[in-house]
């Protein structure tokens, strides 16, 4: 089956650091991958819809500054949170369509911890 | 804008025998998909059953099946001769364009 490779797993990074967060798609290729947030014992909030080859569509509320997202590939898309503070300390997780496939749902990735000192 | 509602928080069962999950959203669309995720405490999101909102039969994949109704846009979840590895997580969601997940249902099953 499809499967979407997120990396890494858990980062713990000093304030005021940039964090690259990568999502590929193993084997299967993707114009459009999503970015979610998960607070803890809370559901998975879109933060933004990555589509390759143009700019990302950022939910409302979101920082478009704050979390650069880059689809330069069918298998990849990156997620920066710039400039990171304890505020943005989170769980975020990717997803990936087949673009070959119509109305095929979404893989979802394992998801990054993110931990900001 | 679509919203999903899941009204249990939590949700025990006693294992082998049967547990529903309750979902119910809001949308004016009249073609989208629904889906349940289960999501242990790896955090993986895993999916357990979709159902598209043209198809009147309810949705089933094994020991898990749904009751849609598109009417009442109600979407629950049942689970049957629970088992221990189906303790998780349980997100309820719509999709249209884009998905839109409810609260969440933690699900425990009693040995």
């Known amino acids: 089956g499809a499967v979407v490779s997120q990396h890494p797993s858990r980062v713990i990074c000093k304030s005021g650091t940039s964090v690259k967060i990568e999502c590929r798609s193993l084997?299967?290729?993707?114009?459009?991958m999503f970015w979610y947030r998960q607070f803890p014992k809370k559901s998975l909030m879109l933060m933004a819809t990555s589509n390759e080859g143009s700019k990302a569509t950022y939910e409302q509320g979101v920082e478009k500054d704050k979390f650069l997202i880059n689809h330069a590939s069918l298998t990849l898309s990156t997620l920066t949170v710039t400039s990171a503070h304890p505020e943005d300390s989170s769980f975020y997780i990717c997803?990936?369509?087949?673009?070959?496939?119509?109305?095929?749902?979404?893989?979802f990735g394992d998801g990054t911890r993110l931990s900001i000192l | 804008a679509q919203t999903v509602t899941q009204s249990q928080p939590e949700m025990s069962v006693q294992e082998a025998e049967t547990v529903t999950l309750s979902c119910t959203y809001d949308t004016s669309e009249s073609d989208y998909y629904l889906f349940w995720y289960k999501q242990p405490p790896s955090r993986q999101m895993i999916l357990v059953i979709r159902?598209?909102?043209?198809?009147?039969q309810n949705a089933t994949e094994n020991r898990f099946s749904v009751n849609f109704q598109k009417a009442a846009k109600s979407f629950s979840l049942k689970i049957s001769d629970s088992q221990l590895g189906d303790a998780a997580m349980y997100f309820c969601?719509?999709?249209?364009?884009?998905?839109?997940f409810g609260q969440g249902t933690r699900l425990t099953i009693n040995p």
């Open positions: 997803s990936a369509s087949e673009w070959t496939v119509s109305n095929q749902p979404q893989h």
């Open positions: 159902q598209e909102a043209y198809k009147q």
């Open positions: 084997d299967f290729q993707a114009t459009t």
């Open positions: 969601a719509y999709e249209e364009s884009k998905l839109v």
